[in-house]
C-alpha cells in the first residue's frame, strides 16, 4: 500500500497555474526524489500533500486515507515537514527547538511526557546533535542548524517526512550525512519524500525520482533512468559530465544548453 | 541582556523538570511584595499594622477607608492592568515573531482610547457613571471586529499589522477630532488627562468591570501557548505541526482585545509596559514563547505597580500621570534593549 498517493493533482497560486495534472507516489521504506529547475513546482507538491496550498482538482491519499478527511492533528502525527532554510525567529536552545516535534502528540492542557522526552532523545541522536542540547539554535553552524532542524522533524516520528532542500546550504561532509540519515530513516519504513537539487546526490541516494518541469511530471523512474542526458538537456537544459560510482553515478553539471552558451 | 546574563539565565532555565517553575514563583512572590508595600505608601504613610487594621476597622473610619476604598483596589487595578499588557505584549511578539511586537500594534488600545475620549467630549461621564469605561471597551470590541473580519479571511501578519496601522491612524484622527471640537475646555482637560493613563480614584468598581475581562482574555492567550512555540519555525512548519494558524491569530487578537480594551477602558493608556516586559523576561525562560506569557503577565503587573508607587511618591502638586511615568522609564530602557541587543547580534 503507498503512504502517498497523489492522483491528477492541479495546483493554482494567485490564478496562476503551479501544478497540473500530477500523478505521484510514495511507499514505505522508500526515499522518493523531487528534481527540476526553479520554479518547476517541487516545493508547492510537497506544500499540497500537507495541505497547505488549496487544490484546484486531484486527490490525494496518506496511508490511504483522504487528506481532506484527516484533521489537521491527525495529518501532522502523520506526516512530518522540514520546510526548505526555515527562518528561527527565537534564540530558543536545540532542546526546545527539536521538541516543538512533539506538538502533534500534546493535547492543548498536558505537560509532555516521557514518551515524548525518549522521541526527542532518538532525534539528537539520530541526528547527532544530543551535545548541542543547551546550545542556542541562533549561535550554531550552518552544518549543526540544518541538523538541528532536521531533528525537529524526526522528533515528529512521523510514517512520513517531507524534506525541501535539506542540504543546499551545507558542505559536503554534512550533506551526505543528512542523505545518511534520511536513507537510514527510510530503511526502518518511513517514507521520505525530498527536494533536491544535486544531481549527483538524487543518484546516490534516491530509490525514485519524479523529475518536474512547468507544474508537470517529465519523468519518474529509477535515478539511472530519469536522469538521462537526453531528459537533462531537455529539461535543466544542461549538459553533464558524469562518472558511474558503485552506487550511483556523479553528475556534474558543465554547460548550458543552446545557440549562446560556450 | 549581556550575553553573560544571557547564557546564566538559559543555564538556569533550559531545564523542563520542576525547576522551570521556579521563575514564575518567585515573581508571584515579589508581585505580592510590592503590593503590600504599595498598600504602605501613599500621600498618609500607613505601617503595616495600621493597614491590617484598616481591613478590619469599621467601615466609616479613615483608615479603613483609605485602606479598603482607596489603596486596595488601586493596588489590585494596577496589577490587573500590568498583567493585562504584560502577557498580551508577549503573545502579540509571539504571534508577529518580532520582538518590537506591542498590544498597541493591532489598534485595539487607541480604539478604546477613541471610545473613551468619544464619551468625554459628549460629557455622557454626568449622566452615566460608567460612561468612559463601557464606551471605551465598545471602541476596543469595534477595533477587535474589524480586526477579526480582516485576519478570519485567512490574511498574512503583514496586512494584519497594515490594519493595525489604519486602525491606529483613525482612531488616533477621531481623538485629535475630539480635543480639535472641544466644546469647552474642561473637556478638553478630562481628555488631556484621561489620555495619560492613571490610577487615580479608581474604586473596586473599576476592578469588576476590568478583572472578568482580564481574566478571560488571559486565559485565551495563556491557551495560544503551544502554537506561538511552533511559530518560532515560521508559519509553514507550525501549520504542518498541526496549528491553525488562522485561528491562533484569532486567538491572540480576541485575548489581547479583551484583556488591553478592559485596561484602557479603566486606566486610559499606558504605554511601553507591553513591549518591555517580555525583553526583561525573555532570558529568564530561555526565550521560550509558550513560557514567557505567565512571567511576561507578573512581571507587568510588577511594573505598573511599582510605576504607580513612584507616582505617588513623587513631590510637587500636579499629580504625575502613571501612563507618562511608565513611557518616560520605559522609552530609554527600550533604546537601550536595542542598542544591547544588536551588540549581542554583532
Given amino acids: 500500500m503507498s503512504a502517498i498517493r497523489v492522483t491528477a493533482l492541479s495546483v493554482d497560486l494567485g490564478h496562476r497555474p503551479v501544478l497540473s495534472g500530477i500523478d505521484f507516489e510514495a511507499r514505505p521504506g522508500e526515499v ?15 506544500r499540497a500533500i500537507l495541505g497547505l496550498v488549496d487544490r484546484r482538482a486531484g486527490k490525494i491519499t496518506i496511508g490511504g486515507t483522504a487528506l481532506e478527511s484527516l484533521k489537521p492533528s491527525e495529518l501532522a502525527k502523520r506526516i512530518a515537514y522540514l520546510p526548505q532554510s526555515p527562518a528561527i525567529h527565537w534564540p530558543v536552545t536545540v532542546e526546545r527547538l527539536v521538541a516543538l516535534g512533539r506538538l502533534p502528540h500534546l493535547d492543548a492542557w498536558h505537560r509532555p511526557g516521557a514518551d515524548d522526552a525518549a522521541a526527542i532523545g532518538r532525534a539528537l541522536e539520530a541526528t547527532d546533535t544530543a551535545g548541542l542540547a543547551r546550545r542556542n539554535v541562533l549561535t550554531l553552524s550552518g552544518g549543526e542548524r540544518a541538523r538541528v532542524l532536521l531533528a525537529r522533524a524526526l522528533a515528529v516520528e512521523a510514517p512520513n517526512l517531507l ?43 534516491t530509490d525514485r525520482l519524479y523529475l518536474i518541469d512547468q507544474g508537470r511530471i517529465a519523468a519518474s523512474g529509477p535515478p539511472g533512468t530519469v536522469l538521462s542526458d537526453d531528459n537533462l538537456e531537455a529539461i535543466y537544459k544542461v549538459q553533464v559530465l558524469r562518472t558511474e560510482g558503485p552506487s550511483g553515478s556523479a553528475i556534474l553539471p558543465w554547460r548550458r544548453v543552446g545557440p549562446e552558451s560556450s | 541582556m549581556t550575553a553573560t546574563a544571557d547564557s546564566d539565565a538559559e543555564r538556569a532555565e533550559s531545564g523542563s523538570g520542576p525547576r522551570a517553575g521556579i521563575f514564575p514563583a518567585l515573581l508571584a512572590l515579589a508581585l505580592v511584595a510590592i503590593m503590600a508595600l504599595a498598600m504602605l505608601i501613599g500621600p498618609v504613610p500607613l505601617t503595616p499594622g495600621e493597614v491590617l487594621d484598616g481591613f478590619f476597622a469599621p467601615v466609616d ?50 480604539s478604546a482610547s477613541a471610545g473613551a475620549v468619544f464619551a468625554l467630549y459628549f460629557g455622557l461621564t454626568s449622566s452615566i457613571a460608567l460612561a468612559v469605561p463601557v464606551s471605551a471597551m465598545a471602541g476596543a470590541m469595534l477595533g477587535m471586529l474589524i480586526l477579526f473580519a480582516v485576519a478570519m479571511r485567512d490574511a498574512s501578519v503583514l496586512t494584519l499589522i497594515l490594519v493595525g496601522v489604519a486602525l491606529n491612524a483613525f482612531a488616533g484622527a477621531l481623538t485629535a477630532l475630539a480635543l480639535n471640537l472641544s466644546p469647552n475646555p474642561f473637556a478638553l482637560n478630562d481628555i488631556v488627562l484621561w489620555l495619560m493613563g492613571s490610577l487615580t480614584n479608581r474604586s473596586f468598581l473599576d476592578v469588576w468591570l476590568a478583572a472578568p475581562f482580564v481574566m478571560i482574555g488571559g486565559a485565551i492567550l495563556f491557551a495560544s501557548r503551544r502554537g506561538l512555540a511552533a511559530l518560532t519555525l515560521g508559519e509553514e512548519a507550525a501549520r504542518s505541526l498541526g496549528v491553525n494558524v488562522r485561528s491562533l491569530r484569532a486567538q491572540v487578537i480576541a485575548g489581547s482585545a479583551l484583556a488591553v480594551g478592559a485596561s484602557v477602558a479603566v486606566t486610559g493608556a499606558i504605554g511601553f509596559v507591553g513591549l518591555v516586559v ?20 507578573l512581571g507587568g503587573a510588577i511594573l505598573v505597580v511599582l510605576a504607580d508607587i513612584a507616582v505617588r511618591l513623587a513631590p510637587g502638586g500636579q499629580e504625575l500621570k502613571l501612563g507618562v511615568v511608565t513611557a518616560l522609564l520605559g522609552a530609554p530602557f527600550f533604546l537601550y534593549l536595542v542598542i544591547a541587543t544588536r551588540r549581542a547580534m554583532r
Avoid: C, W
Fill in chain 1, 32 to 46: 522518493v526524489g523531487l528534481i527540476g529547475p526553479n520554479g518547476a513546482g517541487k516545493s508547492t507538491l510537497l
Fill in chain 1, 163 to 205: 524534506v525541501d532542500e535539506p542540504v543546499s546550504a551545507l558542505d559536503p561532509y554534512h550533506q551526505f550525512q543528512v542523505m545518511d540519515y534520511l536513507k537510514a530513516y527510510a530503511r526502518k519504513g518511513q517514507t521520505i519524500v525530498v527536494v533536491l537539487h544535486d544531481l549527483s546526490l538524487a543518484s546516490r541516494y
Fill in chain 2, 61 to 110: 473610619e479613615s483608615g479603613a477607608i483609605i485602606v479598603r476604598e482607596l489603596r486596595l483596589p488601586r493596588v489590585i487595578l494596577g496589577a490587573i492592568v500590568g498583567a493585562a499588557l504584560g502577557i498580551s505584549g508577549a503573545a502579540m511578539q509571539g504571534l508577529f515573531q518580532n520582538p518590537l511586537a506591542e498590544p498597541g500594534i493591532v489598534g485595539v488600545s487607541a
Fill in chain 2, 278 to 297: 517580555p525583553h526583561v523576561v525573555r532570558p529568564f525562560v530561555a526565550h521560550d514563547p509558550a513560557r514567557i506569557l505567565l512571567p511576561s503577565a
